[in-house]
C-alpha cells in the first residue's frame, strides 16, 4: 500500500453469526456495528481525503470532517471508519444520512451540514508516516490507533467492547445499533477482501440491491413510482429478487424518480422476471444501489417483504452480492 492510499478498497467482513465465534478462547475482539457508509480517510500535511468503498472522493460532502487534519498527533496516517448521522437520540440513523449522500455543491453542503452534521468513526488504521501496518494484528493496529487519532467533536474512536459476544450484542440492542463486529485479534487487515477474520453480527437483515426498473403505483401514486425492482448479481447476469413498495416517503418517491429519468432503457437487464411483475415496468440502465431491510428468503429466491431504506451511492453494481449465499453456493 502506497503511503496515504485514500483509494484503498477497504477491508469487508462475512456475515454470520453467534455459532460463528469460538468464545472459548480469547481470540475475538467485539465492537458495535455503525449504521453508515465505509470510508477511507487520509491525512497528510494536516489535510484529510475522504474516499468511500468504490473509491469515489467524497472529501467536499463532509468538510466538517477536515477536523481529522488536526487529531492525528501530527502524524500522517491512513484510517479507515464509518460516517453516520446521530438522530435526536444520538444513535446513527441511516435514514438521516441520506440527506447528507451525494452533495458537492457549496450551496448544497453547507446548509445541510448545519442541519444533519455527521460523525467519523475511526475504527482501524491502515498505515502512520508511511510505514504500512496492514499486516500488523488487530490488537496491534488497534493500540497505533488509540494512540494516534484523538476524538474532537465529529472524530471518534469508539471502544472495544469489554465482554463476551452475548453482551456485547444485547448492548447493541439495547442501544438501537445494528449489530455487533466481531473481529479476530491476530489478524491483519486484509485489502479490498471479504474476510472471516470479521464477521458481522446483525438484528436484522439487510441486502444491498441493484435497481433494474420501476412499476406505476396505484391510488395516490397512480401517476408516479409505485415500486422499484430488485436485482442481485449472479454467475449469468442480474438476478431478479423482487420488488420494494414500502418504507418510501413522498419525497423518497420524487428523488427516485430525479435519478431513474435519465436512465430509461427498453428492455429489461434482469433474468428470471415473472410476466406479471414485467407486464407493466419502467426498465432503467442498472447502475444505481439501494439498500432495503427484509424478512427472509424465499423459496423461489425472492425477497421477502422488502421495505426501502435508501440509496447506497458508495457501492457500485458490482460490488453487490447476496449477504446470505443462495442454495446454489451453499455446502
Known amino acids: 500500500m502506497s503511503e496515504a492510499d485514500s483509494t484503498v478498497s477497504p477491508m469487508l467482513a462475512t456475515l454470520g453469526s453467534a455459532a460463528d465465534i469460538d468464545e472459548t478462547t480469547d481470540d475475538w475482539a467485539f465492537e458495535m456495528k455503525w449504521d453508515g457508509i465505509r470510508a477511507v480517510a487520509t491525512v497528510r500535511d494536516g489535510a484529510i481525503t475522504l474516499a468511500t468503498r468504490n473509491g469515489k472522493d467524497t472529501t467536499a460532502t463532509y468538510p466538517e470532517l ?10 500522517e496516517v491512513v484510517v479507515d471508519g464509518e460516517i453516520v448521522a446521530l438522530n435526536k ?10 440527506q447528507r449522500m451525494g ?4 450551496s448544497d453542503v453547507k446548509p445541510s451540514a448545519r442541519k444533519v452534521p455527521v460523525q467519523y468513526l475511526v475504527f482501524d488504521i491502515l498505515s502512520i508516516d508511511g510505514r504500512s501496518t496492514i499486516d500488523d494484528s488487530y490488537d496491534d493496529r488497534r493500540s497505533v490507533l ?3 487519532v484523538q476524538p474532537a467533536a465529529h472524530i471518534q474512536v469508539p471502544d472495544v467492547f469489554q465482554g463476551d459476544l452475548a453482551a456485547a ?13 466481531a473481529k479476530r485479534r491476530d489478524s491483519a487487515y486484509s485489502i479490498g477482501r471479504r474476510s472471516r477474520a470479521w464477521v458481522k453480527i446483525k438484528h436484522r437483515k439487510t441486502q444491498e440491491v441493484v435497481i433494474a426498473g420501476w412499476r406505476p403505483g396505484n391510488g395516490r401514486r397512480a401517476e408516479g413510482i409505485g415500486s422499484l425492482l430488485m436485482g442481485v448479481p449472479d454467475a449469468i447476469g442480474l438476478r431478479y429478487v423482487g420488488r420494494v413498495g414500502t418504507g418510501f416517503r413522498d419525497r423518497d418517491l420524487n428523488d427516485i424518480a430525479e435519478r431513474l429519468r435519465p436512465l430509461a432503457r427498453a428492455t429489461s437487464p434482469l433474468h428470471d422476471v415473472p410476466s406479471a411483475d414485467a407486464r407493466d415496468a419502467h426498465w432503467v440502465t442498472p447502475t444505481l444501489i ?3 431491510e427484509f424478512a427472509e428468503w424465499t423459496r423461489d429466491d425472492r425477497l421477502r417483504q422488502p421495505s426501502w431504506r435508501g440509496w447506497r451511492p458508495d457501492k457500485d453494481a458490482d460490488q453487490v452480492q447476496r449477504e446470505i449465499p443462495p442454495p446454489w453456493h451453499r455446502s
Open 146 to 148: 488509540e494512540k494516534t
Open 66 to 75: 477536515s477536523e481529522l487534519g488536526s487529531r492525528t498527533n501530527q502524524h
Open 89 to 98: 437520540h444520538g444513535r446513527p440513523d441511516f435514514g438521516l444520512l441520506q
Open 103 to 106: 452533495l458537492t455543491r457549496k
Open 290 to 292: 439501494g439498500e432495503v
Open 169 to 181: 450484542f444485547a448492548s447493541s440492542a439495547k442501544l438501537g445499533l445494528e449489530g455487533v463486529m
